[in-house]
Every structure is written in structure tokens, then in C-alpha cells.
């Protein structure tokens, strides 16, 4: 039975943790069995609520991280001997588990990420709809058949499971993108190690602990192994690793180039999830109220710290008066503090760098000629030593290098057009391309958004924000976005090989393009 916690008392904190089995100091590293924990060096995970330690994690030594690459490679050899259906059936069981511990990992995800109760649950209830999603794949993966040119000649493609795969996830989503990929991965035959953020490693361990009895209680071999350790060491290594056929990297733009980097230096494949500028337009023929709540969910929820957040919104110059007045006033009135308490739709950031990272935009803005309108400063919330920012609205012109730049937190920039073409070359002039959207009820302007002369994106939407994409599509961008694609739709297909094959079942051997070889 999961329990909901909303007070931050010790002895609440204590209940979660017991139920989820953690403890003061955690172990990081997985492998079928828990590497020893050890006093010595730690990974300290703090709330960003209230500044406050919530336990440690032992980091990965080098030879327990050779243990867990290999372990996953002997883990893959039995796995993928397992029908795909029979893997999906695990992941029902997998899809169970998270359903009863859904509110209290969501509140493990408040307490460390710092995500208010909704979203802290919303985020597992993706790991679930995610789980879902796999079991009916598990009976679609799905080849194809040509004709071939040759008689008696049978062509074909299908998809053959990679091995083990390394995902490298972010402080924001410290579950779900990784149940992107390891529950895709998995029933597509593949196992995966994960390396979490060093900001949020408890939620990973708790995931795995859970996870692991479900494998264990199905006596199927432990597919998803755990290591923690910095970017620099722990993710390096991974992306240098041969044995890791696939590297799904979630963060930041440089992060991902030097993944990337490494990875094709051994011609391994990866997929990248980077940094988005993610826009919405707000045409004159929008219903406004839709359009101000798309707008301030995108922008607002998780305090700005999503890669599918609100950025910049470019508005029409016939409502532009009206829509920003309005704006300006939820900027005022928008409640930011501790994510527990109800009404509160803005937590802290995740720590002092990022609020930092924050204030040095908005300087930089005013620098090139931005307008604060509304917040932007630090937020006193009583009682609590966490990061507190009031969200900032800046009116600003599209090219403004820092409106060129993502900042990972709650700063929207205003900007006007004239008309539906200006929109759009607005929109499309910045390096990102993750997520956009179009408020109108216009069909000509809509269908101009999502054809080839609108959006540059990955993911395009109508009538609703930049944040908040379902499981059933392919998430992922385009342009310094890094061009992966995680989650629904085909997807799946990353996490396999894809192999031609050609059957002879004549009694010639006819050869491709005429070519005759007589012997
Ligand atoms: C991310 O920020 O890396 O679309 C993922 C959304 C969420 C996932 C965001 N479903 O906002």
C-alpha cells in the first residue's frame, strides 16, 4: 500500500524512506546485487526544498562499474532468449509495481527534484503509461517484406535487439526518460545500465530496488543495472565503452556533444535528448484563455527546468496588449514555493548554480535591451533554505543573443509579430528545436505551423503548450536538439538492429542488376 506524505517532518521522511528502502547512506551501483556501501567518498543528494540533505550515495568504483557492463552483457544473453510477448508480460508486472508506489517515489521525485505533488506523481505515471505502452509493442515489433527483382527470391527486414545500452538521464526527469528507453529497450531484447543525475540519485535507487524484486519474484535475470558517479567520469566511460552497443544521453547541449563524440569515435550508436527554446505563438484568432494557460503551464511547471519548457512566446500585434497584461498578472500572482503545499505551482530550482544561471540571463537581457515586467528576483519562502526564484517576464526582441540561449529556469521572453510568416521565422531562428506550439483557431494558420514552411521542431502542437508531450509520440528535436527520438511511435526501432535479409529458394543463382559470373 503506498503512502502519501505532504509534511516535510523528519519522521515523515523517515516512513518514505523506509518504505522505499533507503537509507542514510545508499549503495549506487546495481548489478543483480548491491555493491557495498561505503562511508568513504559519497554523492550527497540534497532537497532543493529546503536545502537540507536527504541521504548519500556510495559512487561506482571503476572495477564495480567493469562488474555491472558485464553483468548486463551476461544478463542480455539470457533475456533475449525470452519471446518479446513474455518480456511484455514482465513489464505488465513492472507497470504493477510502480502503480502501488506511484505516490510514494512521486514524492521522493518532490523531495529531490523539488517538483510540486502533481507533477512529482505525473512523472511516474509516465514511468507506468510508458510500462503500458511496451507490453502492446512487445507483440508489434514488426519487420517488413519486399519484392525482390530476383525469382524464387524472398526479400526481408527486421530488427534484432542491440545488447546492453547506457542511459544517461537528468536531474529534471529522474525517472521517466529513463523508463523511456530501458522499458522500450527492454522488450525490444536489450538490457541498460543507467546512470542518473548526481543531483537526483535516490529516485533511481528506489526504482531499481523496486524493479529488482519484480525480476526476481518473475526469476527473470536482472535487466536494469545502476551506476552513479559524475558526468565526467561515470558518463565518459560509458560513452567510451564498446560494450554498450547504444548511448540515450538526456542534458545539456555540451554534455551531449562530447557524449556524442565519443560514442562515434568507437562508431556506437546514441541518441540525443538536448536543450530546447521552445516556443508557443499566440495568434489574434487564439481562444486567449487556452492560450495563457498553454503558455503559463509551459513556462512555469517544474519552475522552467523542463526541455520541453515555454522559453519565448511570440504574440500578435492586434492582441498583444491585452494578452500580455494578462500575462503579466498571473507572473504576479503565480504562487512560487514549497512544491508540497497545494496552490503552489512553482518549487525551487535544483540548486544555487542554477539560480545563479538565472540571475546572470535576466542581467544579460536587461544588458541587450530587455524589459523585466514581472519577477526575477530571488524568493524568500519562510522557513525554507531552498531556491526559491520569482518566475521572470521579459519583453525582449527575437535577436537578442541571450533569447538565443537556453537557461534552465523560469525566464519567458515576449516577443511581437505581425504577421503569421514573421511568427514562424521568429520561432525557427534559434539553434534549439526541440518543442513548439501554435495557439490559433485559424485552420490555415494552423496547418501552416505544422507544415514544412512552419515549425522546425520535433514535436509540434496546436492549441496546447510546449511542455507536456503524452508517451505515444517520438519525443525528441531537431537542430542542437541532437535529432533523437525517445518513447512512442517507432522508437523502438533505435534500441534495434536492423538487418536485410535475402532467401534463395530457387534452384539458379540469378544475380542483382543482371550481373552474370559464369564458372
Ligand atoms: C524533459 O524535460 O527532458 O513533455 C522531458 C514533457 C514531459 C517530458 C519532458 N512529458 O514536458
Redesign the pocket.
Known sequence: MAMIIMASSDKKKQELFDHLSLGEINSGTFYGKWAKPSASKQIASYSPIDGLLLASVTPTSRADYDHAVSFSEKAYLEWVELPPPKRGSIMLKIGQALREAKDDLGMLVTLEAGKTITEGRGEIQ?MIDIADFSIGLSRQLEGSVFASERPWHRMMEQYVPVGPIGIIS?F??PS??WSWNAFIAAVCGDTSIWKPSSKTPLAAIAITKILSKVLETEGVPQIFSLVTGSGEEIGSRMASDRRIKLVSF?GSVNSGKKVSQLVSDRLGKSIL?LG?NNAAVVSEHADIDIALKGVAFGAL??AG?????TRRVIVSNKIYSEFLQRLVRIYKEVSVGDPRSTGVLVGPLIDESATAKFESAISEAMRQGGKLLAGGTRAKIQGLKGHYVKPALIEAKPDMEICKTETFAPILYVFKYRDLEEAVRIHNSVPQGL?SSIFTRDLLESEYFISHRGSDCG?VNVNTGT?????GGA?GGEKDTGGGRESGSDAWKNYMKRQTITINYGKELPLAQGVEFKI
Open positions: 509516465e537528468s529534471n526527469f521517466s526518460v538526456t535528448e530546447g511547471a517544474t527546468q523542463r526541455c520541453t519548457s518543442s514535436i511542455a507536456g508531450a503524452e508517451i519525443f
